[in-house]
């Protein structure tokens, strides 16, 4: 059995690539769906992701359940950072081509977080009609997988 080790640098490189696509997705989220279609706020936004967690209780936490959702957010960016951190130097055609490797890890977590994550969290929670799908894919693709494949390298020794 083998220790995974990360080297500092290692871990300064997924540390700063979940930061930025971290940044880079909430901020998407609230411009799209709080400014631009005025469907929610900020808060009730990260309040629902902490809802994956707390359940209703989540929207009646205030400020606390506020900064629950942020810290969620960051942790799931975290991981799929390291998640790439840890792949990438096994499969040879993501080091091949940063903007594809970042566009199919992007579309990756999309299917990964809206078929996997968020059904189990929000149980009977209907798949996102293919216009939502569409446009939370290229949110994903942009803000998280193309950031995350730029920020760490693919070709690092072990």
Do not use: E
Request: proline share 4%; glycine share 10%; net charge positive.
């Amino acid at each position: 059995m083998s220790v995974l080790k990360i080297s500092n640098t290692g871990r300064r490189n997924i540390l700063s690539a979940a930061l930025v696509a971290g940044t880079l997705d909430i901020l998407a989220a609230i411009l799209l769906y709080a400014v631009v279609m005025g469907k929610t706020t900020p808060a009730r936004i990260l309040m629902s992701i902490a809802s994956g967690i707390f359940g209703k209780a989540a929207f009646s936490g205030g400020t606390a359940m506020v900064i629950t959702g942020l810290l969620l957010h960051f942790l799931i960016a975290l991981i799929f950072a390291a998640f790439y951190y840890l792949i990438a130097p096994r499969l040879s055609f993501l080091r091949r081509n940063k903007l594809a490797s970042g566009i199919l890890y992007g579309i990756f977590i999309w299917l990964v977080m809206n078929l996997g994550v968020l059904p189990i969290a929000f149980k009977g929670m209907p798949l996102p009609d293919l216009k939502s799908a569409l446009i939370g894919m290229s949110i994903v693709i942009v803000a998280v997988g193309i950031p995350i494949a730029y920020m760490i390298p693919a070709g690092r020794r072990r």
